[in-house]
């Protein structure tokens, strides 16, 4: 037979003009099939309106790389997720506060106790307890106790609190006279231990460091002081190297530069005293570098004493010998990270920057130029460098830019800044703190003009701030120090004084507020649907899963829609046995709980988008298998009265040619429903924990909001993918319906 | 008497692009035990017709006018028609003549009251007036559709008038037993016990032909003809006064097709029931009917005795159709079939709707609709050249 | 009636011999797992040695494929199910306490939406064209579209969470201080309201189109033109042809179903089987994943055979 129709074919082989002429007919019948098939749907408005739906998805999954709000995988920066968790309490107006301290008695783990705020005028002190509490959000907080009231001397310019043994306060009172300034010590507790007298007025003083470390035990304290010509250094201590249970501070002793100008603050380098300390001096003809001389115990090695000694190397203002115009003030130079040597090793270089926007380092030792740098900050034309300060990582810039503050972390080796000119961030306004290097997550907290307090990563990403309510803050934010309970630190806490006169203490493990309600948020960002948990943009989400959902979609139900047809042709083609095999394993199939069953596909085979196209094609052909069947049976009979059989057409030949056509409306038909079932199938299984973890789905979404906890607070989250998944597979199943229509005439009336 | 009085009837199919004129004014009348055929082409109305009298009409029939008076007693009738003569196109004067008989009936009543003929008269006037005897009066809603399932309606559906419907073959509900159905209706419209029921089943069963116990089977379990004879027992169950038959033997063979007619004949003979027989085929009246009503495209083309209808045919559709079959009384005919299509109902041809397919049409058909002719008494036909063609016609036929 | 019984006895044949295919699938879909029993066995923390040894021997894990095959048969025949793998007690003890929570919760959602869904349907079809007609269409249309645990979710949300009419989650909570039947079903009552809604709507859409056919038969102007009441007319007649193919497709509706119940069930934390088959699958608790799968099911199989029976005596046509 096979033969038969091959030497039928050749002796017919049409020329190509009739080919052609063949070939624009075929195009016009199908042309005006297709119009006509259009003609009926049509009249189905659902139908229409269906494909409307349907077509929109498309054109979102198309284009959601340039229509959707945020990229695939953004996050809404923790500025907007997070909120630090504060208790506060208001302080008397009349004073004006200037600082806020966190106190401990314990020079180990240093825990927060006590947050004691103080006013240089008036010598007002309040210092309250503070305990770990319950936070405005039902984390865990801070709890302010009732506070203590001590006068202090007024009209103290400098003040710090040493984390020391037996801790103790410097007050340096400008004395009335004007002529020197008192260092006056307290303890723990405010009670007057002694006074120093400094011989000048001090302008300048040094990075106060308390020299804890794992080898020396206690602590150990210095601190330098300078005037424009002077340096003037004090040390402390520990008590049990002088008399037991007497603390002890001397003078160490000074320097003088009688020509030279001192212009910044004083640079106590390698706080720990294992690199060979050092005294760094600015003054306006240059860098001076001496060495510190310590004292230690013969056995213990602990520094009895620390002296400055000889002049190690000094630099002037140069670049490539070029001078240049340093930026002089309270932190002009910088040491990466002074008290912590073992990171700062190999980038032991002091830098400075210049009034023109370059930065330049000096080798630490022996004070050559190793580096300098024109930091280029992208978007950014114009800046200045205001200070310099130090991490375990980077050197921190701090600057302005316009009305803006600006705060950047540098390489050290390179002088450029971190992460290919990326780690940078542009603030409300000029920082008037320094930002303080927290242990944890959050790397820096400093605080602006406006009061605003703000938590940037070591890539100096801001990912939170924190407005202390009723105004801006007029204090620097400071860090107070950690809670601890059972061993475990459970925050860093921060002080602030706003601008009604409250005090402020928050603390950094607050609250992740995501899922974030549809608005407008502190970046800046605008979420029209909200968040999810983790800060993913809805819409965004929503968009970009309508891919795998079409995806998924769309092929699941083509193989399926393929098995099934071709097991309800054969089946309709050869009635007898093997239709009948084929019928009872069709009803096998759909007697099975498919659901139930391509659970445990999904747990066999793992989590995939194409797992789950597989799975689904393999258990739901079944329906279509049959009608397919029921088709094939009736075309069959026609198509054997049909002349195509008497002129001995062979099966295959059959059923391509006659009931292919009359088969692939109900493929087409079927195929819209089966996309429909894939559509939802897919969301469910995602949602019990089946889904493809990788790709961004609706139902994903959903099973990620029913796992972080959110089901029964979060509409603008729970909404969205659950209506596309309603109106998506919705719009397949009233395409389905329409086209029925115009594969079934019989319902048309409807 | 008058049975059933059909006046301008006019029913429409709402549809998707508009309205189907099914029935676009139709009137006929038919006396007790007189056997009217209505005959057409399929898809001229006659059904719709026959649906609008029982109102069984589809959700999307809408009555666009007419009347449907079923056992109007004559006097009540006549008065009718007097008072449509007189008080044509004036509501208002209908409204007072009505007010007025009404306090007249009110006033005489108090003063004789009881049966006196003068009260009688004033009765049959007022529901003259008020076309009590109106069918589609008690279903009619405001947009023409009908409450359908009223309880006045229900009561004279089957009881009164009954019906054989085009599709017997499956008129009978597959799931119940055939008997059941009968008894169904039997003891919906009569107080009896359900054995009485069956027993009246089975004889109608035996009636029609077919072994009394087979009242336990289901349909599918009766032939074509069978059914069709189940049917006709259905239809006789309540001994109604009216039998509608709709194309009682067409989905037939030939020879059960005789054998239900022979049943139908039998029928009017034994019980003298007034019936309706709808076909499209004119041989079948012929036999059955006394009366013939020609339609086409939801009009009534002719209508008169059936001897005047086929002998003395004055209208050239019914000249066309009686050409088209072959009559059973073995006269050699020759078999002439109409021209062209019947026309689409959502938009029938003006004037008289036959015109595109008339070989006598003239430029009037296409613009008039054609009035009555009456030809001899009793005997109608709407075409403008009726009597003039009327002669010829009976010379082609 | 002879024909009903002959019935009767072919369809349990039938049923029996699909669930006997049914049991192989599911014999060898396990068998496919990539997780063996004996390897899982080994690391369960929770099982005794006494007790491995008994699975071992119950399902013959160590024995060539053919033999596990036979025993396996042997044992879901007899509902025989051996030891949860994580609970270390029987399964056939963990599921009787299942089983009548996910057939109160199952089965009365089925037929619920059964009885109201033709009710419905039929009356929608009736009306059709009108306000009733569309809206029920959409909404029917618009429900049968929805992902099961969405809805789920949104009640929980609404009528739960926010209104406060029913319990969040759960089965029975002696602290609700009501008899323990009416706690019972308080609790059941929000899944099973959605598990109805979501059901109904295909019972609902699918009867309106039977009985869209229906009511084109002649012997529905039958049943008009002898004088039934509208009532009758509708339902003795109507519905009564029009429930056929909807009963024919009741199998696709307990699928369906029993889909939806395993879902419902884990968003409304309610210990049926279907939560139990989740955490099974995702702990590889084989004994009770095979055990539930089996029984769920034996339950749609059953449920079908009831409505064959329930066809067969609703059309007498098929009782040959
Ligand atoms: N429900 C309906 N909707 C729209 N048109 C209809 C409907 N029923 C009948 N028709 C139309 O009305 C016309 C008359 O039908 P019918 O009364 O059944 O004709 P007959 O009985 O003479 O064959 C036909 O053109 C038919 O197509
Ligand atoms: S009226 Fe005119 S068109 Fe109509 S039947 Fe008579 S002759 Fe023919
Ligand atoms: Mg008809």
Redo the contacts with the bound molecule.
Sequence with gaps: MKTNDAVEDKAKRPDAKELQEASIKTFQRLASGFFVTWKIYRRSFTGVVGLGIVFGFFLIAVTAQWTAPYDADFKAPAIDTFIADYASRDLPTDVNWSKVIGLTSSIKERPLERVMVYSFEEGQTIVYPVTRGIGELGEIGIEIGSPTTYVLPSGAEYLDYAHFYRSFFFALCPCEDGSNATLMEYNYDFAYLREHEVPFVPLYHSNLWNGFSPLYQEGRLALAFADEHNVWMINKRPPEITEPGIDSVTFTNSLTFPNATIVGNPLVVDGDFTNGSMLLVPTDEGIKAYSLVLTRASLTLRVLDISIDKLEWETNYTIDDEPFEPVTGNNMLKFPYPYSPTTALGKEVVAVGSTDGRLVAFDRVSGNQTWWSKPILPGIREFDILDLYSSPDYIVMVGTTGEKGLIASIDPDTGRIGGNNSYFSTVDSYLNSEPQYVRGQYRYVFSTDMGTIYLATNEMKVNATFSAPGGGAVTPASFLGNIYIEGSRTGNYFGVINAEGALFVETLTGVNIAPLPPGTYPSGNYYPLGTDYEGHDILTQVMFGTRAELLVGVSAAFFSVVIGTIVGLVAGFYPGLVGELLMRATDVMLSLPYLVIMLLFAAAFGPSLFNIIIIFAILSWAGIARVIRSVTLTTRKRAFVDAARVSGASDTRLIFRHIGPNVIPYTFLYMTFMISGAIVTEAILAFLGFGDPNAITWGMMLQFLQISGHSLDAPWWLLPPGIAITLLSLAFYLIGRAFDEVVNPRLRRR | MVLLEVDDLKVH???QDGW?K??DGVSFSIDSGETMGLV??????????A?AITQLL?P??RIIGGRIFFKEPPRVAAYRKEYDEKLKESPKARQRELSRVKRKLDRVDQAIGGSAPEVEELKDRLAALNYSFDLIGLSKRKDGSLDDYNEEIRKIRWTQISMIF?GAMNAFNPVFKVGDQIVEAITLHEDVEESVARERARELFEFVGIAPDRIDNYPHEFSGGMKQRAMIALALALNPSFIIA??PTTALDVITQDRILAEIKRLQEQLKMAMMI?T?DVSVVAEVSDKIGV?YA?LIMEIGQASQVFKNTAHPYTAGLLGSFPSIKGEKRRLVSIPGFPPD?VSPPTGCPFHPRCQYAQKRCREERPEGVTIEPGHVSYCHFANKLWEKLRRTA | MAGMSRYVAVRSIQTFITLLIILTLIFIMFEALPAKPQDLLATTPNMQPSQIEYMVSLFGYDRPLSERYLSYMVNMLTFDFGISFSQAEPVSEILSERIPRTMLLFGGATVLAYLVGIYLGALIAWRRGGVLDGSSVVISLVFYNMPSFWIGLIFLVVFASELEWFPLTGWYDPTDNLPYVIDILWHVCLPMIVLLLLSLAGTVLLMRTAMLDVIGENYMVTAKAIGLPESKVLFKHGARNAMLPVVTSFIIAFVFSIGGAVVLENVFSFPGMGALYIDALFQLDFPVAQATLYIITLMVLLGNFAADLIYGYLDPRVRI
């Design positions: 199919f709402e549809i189907v099914a029935v057409g082409e399929s898809g001229c109305g006659k059904t719709t017709a649906y589809p999307n029939g085009q709709d194309e709808i499209h339609m939801g109902l």
